[in-house]
């Protein structure tokens, strides 16, 4: 089984800069689709960014496109969310997800949660105005 931790998350001032990484205890081949989501207080979780695995496309929500940005590390086994000019409603809980499903394969779609098979603890963002 994969077991997911976060790190790197942090509080920080508006139009600053976080490096959010997530390390998987065993990186499966399984895990097809690697994905950052986050939750404010109040709201639905909602999706970031995904990574296929396979061929290392991205994608992004509208919200963040340009600004963030998902990577991945095979070798180190840990997906990266470089996170830029960050704004007081990026504020959340960040956590990172695994899929065994392709991400342009979910019948969801990639930015939806029951879509991921496992997910880390997540790690807080604070963005202050």
């Known amino acids: 089984q994969v077991q997911l931790v976060e790190s790197g998350g942090g509080s920080v001032q508006a139009g600053g800069s976080l490096r959010l990484s997530c390390a998987a205890s065993r990186y499966t081949l399984r895990a097809n689709c690697m994905g950052w989501f986050r939750q404010a207080p109040g709201k639905e979780r909602e999706g970031v960014a995904a990574?296929?695995?396979?061929?290392?496309?991205?994608s992004y929500a509208d919200s963040v496109k340009g600004r963030f940005a998902i990577a991945q590390d095979i070798a180190e086994n840990t997906v990266y969310l470089q996170m830029n000019s960050l704004k007081p409603e990026d504020t959340a809980m960040y956590y990172c997800?695994?899929?065994?499903?392709?991400?342009?394969?979910?019948?969801?779609?990639?930015?939806?949660?029951?879509?991921?098979?496992?997910w880390g603890q997540g790690t807080q963002v604070t963005v202050s105005s």
């Open positions: 997800a695994a899929a065994r499903a392709p991400c342009f394969q979910m019948y969801g779609g990639w930015w939806s949660s029951r879509e991921y098979n496992y």
């Open positions: 990574i296929y695995t396979r061929s290392g496309s991205t």
